[in-house]
């Protein structure tokens, strides 16, 4: 039974443009939500993340949406780069569950030149 | 800050063999984290500890797993008797926890194959 779920497993995206990678929860406990991007032969590395209490957050060309009705989460890539290609991990948790990450499957990313 | 280290990148042993991975994280980080992945999977939450205190073990933990941490700083996971099914990447994260939220930093992980 996944909480988190990436139901995309791969997406190709032109130079320039816009990527979103969406991401779907089903455990209404969870209040903080975390991006990891993974290269290969890499571990995960911290991208973004966003509390419960924002329905929005932002860093440089990455944005990440919250909609807790629907638990759904998105993040948006814009412009899309080349090295922005990797595989795209998103991640809940609660504030008094810190200790146990959920992470989904992950979307791999192609930005294409 | 140098990030998080694992030692060693890769492993092949044979089934039935002992291995041991070495997690070394962040300083002054107070939490370190195990997880494995497989292939096309996310990581999954093996064990953790606060400073040398381990607090909570995945199912996913046999008793063919132990994991110390012993001094609050490096950390070890062992494997005993090792199956083809170990086989996966061993991830090691850490983080500095006060209360509230929280973001893991990963290693680059250890590369387990099990012949």
């Known amino acids: 039974d996944q909480q988190v779920k990436q139901n995309s497993p791969s997406l190709s995206v032109q130079e320039g443009r816009i990527s979103i990678l969406n991401c779907d929860y089903t455990n209404s406990m969870f209040d903080y939500f975390l991006w990891y991007k993974k290269y290969p032969a890499e571990g995960p590395t911290f991208l973004i993340s966003?509390?419960?209490?924002?329905d929005k957050n932002e860093d440089g060309r990455f944005t990440v949406f919250l909609n807790k009705s629907a638990k759904h989460l998105s993040l948006h890539i814009v412009p899309s780069q080349p090295g922005d290609s990797a595989v795209y991990f998103c991640?809940?948790?609660?504030?008094?569950?810190?200790?146990?990450?959920?992470f989904g499957p992950g979307t791999r990313l192609s930005v294409l030149p | 800050d140098t990030g998080v280290s694992q030692d060693p990148r890769h492993k092949i042993t044979k089934r039935g063999q002992n291995v041991t991975f070495r997690c070394d994280p962040i300083?002054?980080?107070?939490?370190l984290y195990w997880y494995r992945q497989t292939l096309g999977q996310g990581p999954e939450f093996l064990t953790y500890?606060?400073?040398?205190?381990?607090?909570?073990k995945s199912r996913l933990l046999s008793d063919r797993f132990s994991a110390e941490r012993p001094k609050g700083s490096f950390s070890t996971l062992e494997i005993q008797r090792t199956e083809q099914g170990d086989s996966a990447m061993y991830l090691c994260a850490s983080s500095s926890w006060t209360g509230g939220e929280e973001t893991q930093y990963f290693g680059p992980g250890t590369r387990l194959l099990v012949l």
């Open positions: 300083s002054e980080h107070n939490r």
């Open positions: 966003i509390s419960s209490i924002k």
């Open positions: 991640a809940a948790t609660t504030d008094n569950y810190g200790q146990n990450f959920v």
């Open positions: 500890f606060q400073n040398e205190a381990q607090l909570e």
